[in-house]
Antibody
Framework: EVQLVESGGGLVKPGGSLRLSCAAS????????MNWVRQAPGKGLEWVSS????????YYADSVKGRFTISRDNAKNSLYLQMNSLRAEDTAVYYC???????????WGQGTLVTVSS | VIWMTQSPSLLSASTGDRVTISCRMS??????LAWYQQKPGKAPELLIY???TLQSGVPSRFSGSGSGTDFTLTISCLQSEDFATYYC?????????FGQGTKVEIK
């Protein structure tokens, strides 16, 4: 069974940093691209970043480019999102999502809440 | 950036109804279109990808159609567990973009 478990969310002040993690199990993590998608409170879904299986290809939304860094450790079956220079508008639930059967997010974690507030 | 217009934003329906949700793209995306269901407080769940391919485990009352710029999600016989918010999403090119969502509520 595919499982994705996010962690690392919390309350951070504007300008601060946070590192999110996503632990994967139930599939061959190293073979598939992974993604981060976020959802601000009461709002719709927003794609944040994607990384290919070997980290050769990385993409970011313009809203986070230069501030967020996606990475992965295939030996640890883990995906990461380093978030720097956080802003109030980054407040959201952050989901990790795999691309196993479909070329888009097919399995999703339960999400981790990031709140940016002074 | 590929923009998408999802309609309607709110759909009131009864159990047993046939409902359709539309998604229109600002440019052609072939069949790189997915549909998700999201219930309050839960993560989105993939229903359909490649415009019409049912994700494993998804009931057959869900179906998708379309290609190019116009796409449709159909629920043939609405069940109580189908009251939720639905999103379309294009993955033809980065940045991936999502529709604004359609909330299906009980009439």
């Amino acid at each position: 069974e595919v499982q994705l478990v996010e962690s690392g969310g919390g309350l951070v002040k504007p300008g601060g940093s946070l590192r999110l993690s996503c632990a994967a199990s139930g599939f061959t993590f190293s073979s598939y691209s992974m993604n981060w998608v976020r959802q601000a409170p009461g709002k719709g879904l927003e794609w944040v970043s994607s990384i290919s299986s070997s980290s050769s290809y990385i993409y970011y939304a313009d809203s986070v480019k230069g501030r967020f860094t996606i990475s992965r450790d295939n030996a640890k079956n883990s995906l990461y999102l380093q978030m720097n220079s956080l802003r109030a508008e980054d407040t959201a639930v952050y989901y990790c999502a795999s691309e196993i059967a479909a070329r888009t997010g097919d399995y999703w974690g339960q999400g981790t809440l990031v709140t940016v507030s002074s | 950036v590929i923009w998408m217009t999802q309609s309607p934003s709110l759909l009131s329906a009864s159990t047993g109804d046939r409902v359709t949700i539309s998604c229109r793209m600002s440019q052609g995306i072939s069949s790189y279109l997915a549909w998700y269901q999201q219930k309050p407080g839960k993560a989105p769940e993939l229903l359909i990808y490649a415009a019409s391919t049912l994700q494993s485990g998804v009931p057959s009352r869900f179906s998708g159609s379309g290609s190019g710029t116009d796409f449709t999600l159909t629920i043939s016989c609405l069940q109580s567990e189908d009251f939720a918010t639905y999103y379309c999403q294009q993955y033809y090119s980065f940045p991936w973009t999502f529709g604004q969502g359609t909330k299906v509520e009980i009439k």
